[in-house]
């Protein structure tokens, strides 16, 4: 992939914004999520993805611990563009989690698939509220790379 | 259709195709991107490279992290020890001058819950360790390279023809839309550092009050090295205005962008 736009990280905060509202989950307890998206997707356990279409590849990043709990992003490529992501593992605990997960995740997966269309190399931006979501998904991206 | 009539001439060779490839590792408490543009991405020599900027960061952690007990900079400051690494004393000289440089907008002391000063590098180390790290790349010829490390980023090339390297596009978040790009900066060398609070404030502390910083917005700041657009990009967080005028006084090759 050329130019992978890693800028779409910066998505992630989406998740931090709404998961800063409350204080305590237990990373280890962060279950393996089914994570709804606007488009009904579901992220199963299993790697085949979504694009079923013979290029489309996916790419899961590395689970990362964050003092929310752990995320995981998985994203899918296709004729070297991001074509869908999904977050695979969201802290998942209690009622309120849900709540948050259930809304902040597909915000993350829509505007992660328009944010293809720019052409960016990096993203720099505060560190403290994403650093840990944006390492998941760029852990995906740079995969592409390798 | 006209060029079949031109006589064949012996054009410039047209610039190689250059091939991407990405690394990544949680080091020092982050997932460090490196990124490499290369003819042969492949090349030994760079992939060592690439290994020196990772193992030069985990040799900072060892040193001065504030977070592993067994660091050089917790056990001098536990008094479990008498010396430690140089990098100790060279952060320290540099966290002083960074207070001096920006009149106290950066500060490395803090204020302990009991009111005790305590020493934290904390603020300058990662600019610093990471503009060193990207040091080893520098050396590596015909390579072209971006280091991302939580929202930092330094760009630069190696020596060889391809100084006249690509240069990066470097998307500054939108600190007030997640999942925005405010800016797009293109940058071929230097260093890219923004404070601020993106989703949720207050991790920057303004040494004059004391108090965390609770407004909204980013300050960016690029420049010739990540360590002082890292310093400087503290200051403009804590007071804009009085950061870009010392900026513009003392370290003119550094410039601003308040989001």
């Given at each position: 992939m050329r130019?992978?736009?890693t800028w779409?990280?910066?998505t992630v905060?989406?998740?931090v914004?709404?998961?800063s509202?409350h204080?305590s ?11 709804e ?6 992220s199963?356990s299993g790697?085949?993805g ?7 590849k ?8 964050t ?5 995981q992003v998985?994203?899918t ?5 991001i074509t869908d ?6 802290p998942?605990?209690d ?15 829509s505007e992660t698939v ?9 993203v720099s ?7 840990g979501?944006?390492g998941s998904?760029?852990?995906a991206?740079?995969r592409a790379n390798? | 259709?006209i060029?079949?009539?031109?006589p ?5 060779p047209p610039?190689?195709a250059l091939?991407r ?8 408490g ?7 543009r290369?003819v042969e991405p492949?090349r030994?020599?760079l992939e060592?490279?690439v290994?020196r900027v990772?193992?030069?960061l985990?040799?900072?952690?060892e ?9 050089d900079?917790?056990r001098?400051?536990h008094g479990e020890?008498d010396?430690?690494?140089a990098w100790?004393a ?11 440089r920006?009149?106290?907008l950066f500060?490395?002391?803090?204020r ?11 603020g300058?180390v990662k600019g610093?360790a990471?503009?060193?790290?990207a040091?080893h790349l520098?050396?590596?010829p ?10 930092d980023l ?11 390297a690509?240069?990066?596009?470097i998307?500054?978040?939108d600190?007030r839309?997640?999942g925005a790009v405010?800016r797009?900066?293109?940058v071929r060398?230097?260093?890219?550092a923004?404070s601020g609070?993106?989703a949720?404030g ?10 965390g910083?609770?407004?909204s917005g ?5 420049g010739p090295e ?5 310093v400087w ?5 804590v ?7 010392l900026m513009v ?7 601003l962008?308040v989001?």
């Open positions: 130019r992978i736009t779409l990280l910066s905060s989406a998740l914004l709404l998961f509202y204080t989950t237990d990373s280890g307890a962060a279950a393996d999520v089914v994570a998206s606007d488009t009904g997707t579901t199963g790697s085949s979504r694009g079923s279409t013979a290029a489309a996916t790419y899961t990043g590395d689970a990362v611990t003092r929310f709990g752990d995320v998985r994203i490529v296709q004729n070297g563009k992501s999904e977050v695979t593992q969201v998942w605990n009622r309120k989690d849900q709540e948050i997960n259930s809304y902040a995740v597909p915000i993350l997966n328009a944010a293809q269309s720019a052409n960016i190399d990096m931006g505060a560190t403290y509220t994403s650093q979501y944006i998904l760029q852990s991206i740079d390798l | 259709m060029t079949a009539e031109l064949v001439t012996p054009a410039a610039p190689p091939a490839r990405a690394w990544v590792e949680q080091v020092m982050m997932p460090v991107s490196v990124h490499v290369a492949t030994p020599d060592a490279g290994a990772f193992a030069h985990r040799k900072v952690d040193v001065l992290s504030t977070w592993r007990a067994d660091s900079l917790l001098l400051q020890r010396e430690a690494h100790v060279d952060v320290t000289e540099l966290c002083l001058e960074a207070e001096d920006t009149d106290g500060r490395a002391w803090r302990r819950p009991e009111g005790r000063l305590a020493f934290d590098p904390t300058l610093w990471v503009g060193g790290a040091a520098d050396v590596v015909e390579v072209s390279y971006s280091i991302g490390a939580g929202g330094v760009v630069g090339a190696g020596p060889g023809p391809s100084a006249a690509p240069s990066w596009r998307g500054i978040e600190p839309r997640p405010a797009v900066l293109t060398r230097g260093g890219v923004t609070a993106a949720r207050a991790h920057v502390v303004d040494p004059r009050t004391g108090l910083i609770t407004r980013s300050a960016t700041v690029t990540l360590l002082w657009a890292d990009a503290t200051a403009a967080w007071d804009p205005t009085r950061a870009e005028r006084q003392r370290d003119a090759a550094y410039s962008l989001v």
